[in-house]
């Protein structure tokens, strides 16, 4: 699915519950692009994107670690990116809360993780 594909989809789905498999696309893209850049470069996922995107991204995820922004705002700042979808998702009942609620629990999930992975120092 390509994404004026994925945008229709969402956007007939206005009115209506949302498709769950839409939802856990959406979130696992967003986090999917949670990088950071040291020296220049940006770690995280090996993949290739317009560098635009990468630094929207970057920006986004940078204010929430540091907890300029709420990981709700990262989420409405990212569905109301018109660059990034061609429209503004935003207003799409239902969407953000969605994508919300499945991005603190992969979050969670990552945290809770992490706190069981012992690192030889």
């Known amino acids: 699915m390509n ?3 994925l945008v229709n989809t969402v956007a007939t789905q206005e009115k209506g519950m949302l498709p769950d498999c839409i939802i856990r696309g959406f979130s696992g893209l967003f986090r ?67 994508i919300c609620q499945y991005l603190e629990g992969i979050e969670r999930l990552k945290l809770s993780v992490v706190g069981l992975v012992k690192v030889d120092e």
Not at 32 to 60: L, M, N
Not at 81 to 86: F, K, P, R, S
């Open 3 to 5: 994404k004026t594909d």
């Open 32 to 98: 999917f692009y949670k990088v950071h850049e040291v020296k220049g470069r940006y770690i995280g996922k090996s993949f290739e994107a317009d560098i635009k995107t990468i630094e929207f991204f970057k920006e986004q995820w940078l204010g929430y670690e540091r907890g300029e922004i709420p990981l709700r705002q990262l989420i409405e700042s990212t569905l109301s990116n018109q660059y990034l979808w061609g429209k503004d998702l935003s207003d799409i009942p239902n969407l953000g809360n969605e």
